[in-house]
């Protein structure tokens, strides 16, 4: 399975409650920006999951959008996704290629355990960043890591 770990882009600070934080002017152009560079790299994954939080839904619907792919929110990609929950959760579908839009340090402990980065302290995935894994086996070190791209270098 090729799997996109894509962090929301940038969001607002002031909202009444955390779930609720919209992207930022800076937000809205970095996933554009994301949704640019699959559209020019011909990458059109299966199904895009995301987590419900608002920054993350606005992230993954430009995506969603741009490529006209389904968007499926699921709860388990809230703040707090554990990597082995995760790729259960990834293991009981069957897909191709598959995009998750979600937060820290959730993305990045996710990368350093399936490449087998054991603390996940020297993984840091940035805000609207692209990380292709590609997923062997559905379980800690059961992936490899083919590249990583900032927003800002799309």
Do not use: N
Request: glycine residues 8%; charged residues 25%; hydrophobic residues 45%.
């Amino acid at each position: 399975m090729e799997l996109y770990l894509l962090r929301h882009a940038d969001a607002d600070t002031e909202a009444a409650t955390d779930e609720e934080r919209a992207l930022s002017e800076k937000g809205k152009e970095q996933s554009h920006r994301v949704a640019q560079f699959f559209e020019s790299k011909g990458l059109k994954p299966a199904l895009i999951l995301a987590s419900p939080l608002r920054r993350a839904q606005q992230t993954a619907q430009v995506l969603a959008d741009s490529l006209g792919i389904e968007l499926e929110t699921v709860r388990w990609l809230a703040c707090g996704a554990k990597p082995d929950g995760t790729l259960r959760q990834l293991a009981a579908r069957s897909l191709g290629s598959v995009v998750l839009v979600g937060h820290e340090p959730d993305m990045s402990t996710l990368v350093a355990d399936l490449i087998g980065a054991k603390g996940g302290a020297a993984i840091r995935i940035r805000k609207a960043s692209l990380t292709l894994i590609e997923i062997v086996a559905f379980r800690s070190g059961g992936g490899r890591l083919e590249w990583s791209v900032p927003s800002r270098l799309m």
